[in-house]
């Protein structure tokens, strides 16, 4: 008997998702098959093909819907202008500031140190950060990437909330300032301030929807991804300049979910990774 000339068939309509190394090899001599043989050779491979589709669909987990994004403000939706560093000094004094900041890697909470001070100490420590908040003010710039970012989030209907540890009047200026609006809006007049996790469950019961369908966005270690973490959210540290990749941070408590160095990076890291169906 002589032998049909054979070669691979290559099927052309499989979609992208299927690579063609993990579907069955058939081996034809499709150039010399009957035309009344080509039905039931096109059926088996069209079988094949869902069987495998459906496999594969099945051992991999869904994307968790995204219902809503929390971000952060100084430092995140806005380009750092307060020095902090400097702040923390005139507050605490130098001796004071470096013996905190050695037991504390992930930062200092200059709110928690001072809040169980006597209350005229306590004015003046407001005082003084009040002083530095408004130097910021006068420098306030919108982080690039920032109006883009809700641009998209808008455009699939996903909510935008924001929580700041600076004063409400900052928040009001941001508004303005830029034309874009987050809701709720919290400042540090909402009591208990993030690194508790109480503002972004807040957020999270006036949308209406669970932590883990919400994530923070932020440049804090010590504040945004410890409020994220603690409510249950999924987290998004965003790291300009890598300092975060320190060894110093290596054992920190908390550790963001995602980290990026721009908020241009963030609707890729959501797109990837969540479901954003409007």
Same mark, same amino acid.
């Given at each position: 008997m002589r032998c049909l000339p054979t070669k691979q068939f290559q099927p052309q309509s499989l979609p992208p998702s299927l690579s @063609?190394? =993990? @579907?069955?090899?058939?081996?034809?001599?499709?150039?010399?098959?009957?035309?009344?043989?080509?039905? +039931?050779?096109?059926?088996?491979?069209?079988?094949?093909?869902?069987?495998?589709?459906?496999?594969?669909?099945?051992?991999?987990?869904?994307?968790?819907?995204?219902? !809503?994004?929390?971000?952060? /403000?100084?430092?995140?939706?806005?380009?750092?202008?307060?020095?902090?560093?400097? /702040?923390?000094?005139?507050?605490?004094?130098?001796?004071?500031? =470096?013996?905190?900041?050695?037991?504390?890697?992930?930062? @200092? $909470?200059?709110?928690?140190e001072i809040e169980n001070w006597t209350p005229q100490k306590q004015r003046k420590a407001f005082e003084t950060i009040a002083d530095y908040e408004r130097q910021g003010l006068n420098r306030l710039q919108i982080m690039p990437g920032a109006a883009e970012l809700c641009g998209l989030l808008d455009s699939k209907n996903i909510r935008r909330g924001l929580i700041t540890r600076n004063v409400?009047?900052?928040?009001?200026?941001?508004?303005?300032?830029?034309? @874009?609006?987050?809701?709720?809006?919290?400042?540090?007049?909402?009591?208990?301030?993030?690194? $508790?996790?109480?503002? +972004?469950?807040?957020?999270?019961?006036?949308?209406?929807?669970?932590?883990?369908?919400?994530? /923070?966005? !932020? $440049?804090?270690?010590?504040? $945004?991804?410890?409020c994220g973490k603690r409510a249950g959210a999924f987290t998004c540290l965003l790291d300009e300049t890598g300092r975060y990749d320190s060894p110093k941070y290596a054992d920190v408590e908390h550790k963001p979910d995602f980290k990026v160095t721009s908020l241009a990076e963030v609707y890729s890291i959501l797109e990837v990774n969540f479901d954003l169906s409007p």
């Open positions: @063609i190394t =993990n @579907i069955p090899h058939f081996t034809t001599a499709t150039n010399s098959l009957p035309s009344s043989s080509m039905p +039931l050779f096109s059926s088996i491979l069209s079988k094949t093909a869902t069987t495998r589709s459906l496999l594969m669909s099945s051992s991999r987990s869904p994307k968790t819907r995204l219902r !809503g994004v929390v971000f952060d /403000m100084d430092g995140t939706l806005t380009v750092p202008a307060i020095d902090f560093a400097a /702040m923390y000094r005139a507050v605490l004094g130098e001796h004071e500031y =470096n013996r905190i900041k050695s037991q504390n890697p992930s930062g @200092i $909470d200059i709110l928690h409400k009047s900052a928040v009001d200026l941001f508004h303005e300032r830029f034309g @874009i609006t987050f809701s709720p809006a919290l400042s540090r007049e909402f009591r208990p301030y993030k690194p $508790d996790p109480a503002p +972004l469950l807040h957020i999270c019961s006036v949308w209406d929807v669970l932590p883990n369908e919400v994530i /923070m966005v !932020g $440049d804090s270690l010590k504040d $945004d991804v410890a």
